[in-house]
């Protein structure tokens, strides 16, 4: 599998990377981030060039560290994430609670939250 995300409205770009799945992506809707005892769950979704939005997906991937991780991508404008506490706000690229990134890769498959 491969990703480049060109820079875009969401996020800024990334070179593109290629990947090794060891399995089928699955849909994700959340994903815990941050450190230990201050993690927060966030909604996730894709953004396509159009600005449209589209789920997020995770499959696991081959990590020459610690054997496998898990790769979450989007769209071709990357993920967007919304913080649990503003889910009732709609996806928005100028929302100021939302950001934008590439991609994630996750070395543990118990933050992710699937549909």
């Known amino acids: 599998m491969q990703i480049e995300i060109e820079s875009n409205p969401n996020?800024?770009?990334?070179e593109q990377f290629e990947?090794?799945?060891?399995?089928?992506?699955?849909p994700v809707s959340a994903i815990r981030i941050g450190p230990e005892?201050?993690?927060s769950i966030c909604d996730i979704i894709g953004v396509e060039k159009d600005g449209s939005f589209r789920r997020a997906s995770a499959v696991k991937i081959a990590d020459?560290?610690?054997g496998?991780?898990?790769?979450?991508?989007g769209?071709?404008?990357g993920l967007r994430f919304r913080p649990l506490e503003y889910s009732e706000e709609p996806w928005d690229l100028s929302?100021?609670?939302q950001w934008g990134e590439p991609f994630k890769i996750y070395g543990s498959e118990t933050d992710l939250i699937y549909v």
């Open 11 to 14: 996020c800024e770009g990334s």
């Open 19 to 26: 990947f090794k799945t060891l399995g089928t992506p699955r």
């Open 37 to 39: 005892n201050k993690e």
């Open 64 to 66: 020459s560290g610690s």
């Open 68 to 73: 496998y991780a898990y790769l979450i991508s």
């Open 75 to 77: 769209g071709a404008w």
């Open 95 to 97: 929302n100021r609670h």
